[in-house]
């Protein structure tokens, strides 16, 4: 078992400092315990789960998603006939993948389970500080406003909630909800009033986002959304960075290894994923012919292509979801992206699943069943 089997009675939002895992524990909203059904479930098929279900209980939410996403690829090759061994031993290393994967057709292959995020230091709100003073807004209200938070830098002392409270109260007290929604509506988000407040270097950046008429006065809290820290993020940098430390970690295989990576950010999309594996857009142009034509090529800094062209042929394909989990799995569509250039190819029976395939300069992509409707029973 994986949580209590106590009655439970709070069913308050999440807060900030509070671990995946203690909020599906306590929370008796009724999506929470499809959750822990869901997870129940798996884990009772799972080969000797203990070390998976000490992972869920480690109060760390990175090893929580990573022995989340494990379960998840578990189930969804095992309901497709496929036979996974848990962390196989390799000859002569130490280190062991998470899965020797035997496919229906008797084919072999491993697989390995990564985790990759825009914010690679493992949370938008991760130092403890920071996550105490923000949960202030999941236990208040306010009649006609919520606030959009974003952050940047990090305290060495505790902000005093009860200021910054009394601060944004005051300051949406002294807004108008039906000017600011007329102005919204009118020129877009970037006409909604802000309010910044500061720490020592941190800095909480307010916005005030009016309730609709039939609305106000309902609301059980202040956090519309979280738009994260301040600097620049893209989506297609974490998983060529993961796909690279997963191809160098156990040297060479004697079968296909597929890297699976589940990505947590936003707006991933097939640019994003082309630019991981094969290299980012760039735009060419000639410093000695003006008139020559700009030319679109890709930069040599993608996981399978370098500067000195292919590269980590070991891994055989790239598994690539978009933010699985156990709130989603019937909407999620992952590609698996087969390496043009791989030292062994994967088996025919990956391809029922949606995949893209490089060749001669071009990629197609060809559907497949979602992982969805492999769960039938949950």
Excluded: C
């Excluded at 009724?30 to 009772?44: K, T, W």
């Excluded at 990505?263 to 000639?286: H, K, P």
Aim: glycine share 8%; net charge negative; no cysteine.
């Amino acid at each position: 078992m994986i949580f209590d089997t106590t009655p439970r009675t709070d069913a308050s939002p999440k807060l900030h400092a509070e671990t995946e895992f203690a909020f599906l524990n306590r929370s008796a909203r009724e999506e929470m315990h499809l959750a822990r059904s869901r997870l129940e479930a798996l884990v009772a098929i799972y080969p000797d789960p203990d070390d998976l279900v000490r992972r869920f209980q480690s109060g760390n939410d990175t090893h929580f998603h990573s022995a989340e996403f494990e379960l998840l690829l578990f189930a969804l090759l095992s309901n497709r006939g496929f036979k996974l061994a848990p962390h196989p031993a390799l000859p002569g290393r130490t280190s062991r993948p998470d899965f020797l994967v035997e496919s229906p057709s008797g084919d072999e292959f491993y697989l390995e389970a990564v985790l990759a995020s825009e914010d690679q230091g493992g949370g938008l709100y991760q130092h403890p500080l920071v996550a105490t003073t923000l949960d202030i807004f999941s236990s208040n209200y306010h009649r006609n406003f919520l606030v959009m938070v974003s952050t940047s830098g990090q305290p060495t002392t505790q902000p005093s909630r009860n200021a910054l409270l009394r601060k944004t109260l005051a300051w949406l007290d002294g807004l108008d909800p039906d000017a600011v929604l007329e102005a919204m509506e009118a020129g877009g988000h970037e006409m909604l009033p802000s309010l910044d407040w500061a720490h020592e270097d941190l800095m909480i950046s307010l916005k005030a986002f009016p309730l609709s008429k039939g609305a106000r006065g309902q609301s059980t809290r202040l956090l519309a959304g979280q738009m994260g820290r301040a600097g620049w993020v893209d989506s297609w940098s974490p998983i060529r960075d993961a796909i690279r430390f997963k191809g160098s970690k156990y040297g060479t295989f004697d079968r296909p290894f597929v890297v699976a990576v589940n990505f947590g950010g936003y707006f991933l999309n097939r640019i994003d994923e082309m630019q991981a594996l094969f290299g980012q857009e760039q735009v060419t142009v000639s410093i000695t012919d003006r008139d020559a034509p700009a030319r679109l090529s890709r930069a040599p800094n993608g996981a399978w292509i370098g500067n000195s062209g292919p590269q980590f042929k070991r891994v055989s394909a790239a598994w690539l979801f978009d933010g699985l989990n156990v709130y989603n799995l019937e909407s999620r569509k992952p590609t698996l992206y087969l390496h043009p250039w791989a030292n062994y190819p994967v088996t025919a029976d990956l391809l029922q699943f949606p995949h893209a395939i490089g060749e001669d300069g071009t990629m197609s992509w060809h559907e497949g069943t979602r992982p969805g409707p492999l769960f039938p029973d949950l």
